[in-house]
């Protein structure tokens, strides 16, 4: 067990949907801290650095105009094991095989609008949280 940050986004189709209550609700219920929050919408250059690691993928243009298309929802959130224990309580990135009960499985049916992100690493959830609350990073 180890005490974790994660940067969680509710996604514009989640805003728009008006399931930020849901999202925020689900994990104040698992028993994890939000840290911090934030209404915001992302600049093309915010969303190519955040979604990096996929610049390569037939997809990207697709994802960085969908998370440039309205308001997200950021939060920072903390507890113990939070990053694999939010990735749990998300789903399976595509909601044809989340679980249902889970956030993408309960809410969602197509890979592209799948309602949240949630940092997959330590790594990860160091260099997301960088880009979005830079004041949460040690060091
Ligand atoms: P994750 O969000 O579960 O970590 P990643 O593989 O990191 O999944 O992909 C980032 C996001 O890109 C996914 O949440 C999903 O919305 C989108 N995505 C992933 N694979 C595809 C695809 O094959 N087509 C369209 N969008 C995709
Ligand atoms: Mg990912």
Known sequence: MAAEQTLILVKPDGVARGLVGEVVSRIERKGYTI???ELRTLERETAEEHYGEHVDKPFFGELVDFITSGPLVAMCVSGDD???GMRTIMGATNP????PGSI???FATVIGENIV???D???SAT???GIFFPD???G
């Open 121 to 123: 690493s330590t790594e």
């Open 127 to 129: 260099r997301e949280l």
């Open 117 to 119: 992100h949630g940092s």
């Open 82 to 84: 939070a990053i694999v």
């Open 35 to 37: 840290e911090a929050l």
């Open 136 to 138: 949460r990073v040690p």
């Open 96 to 99: 044809i095989e989340a679980t």
């Open 104 to 106: 993408r499985g309960d």
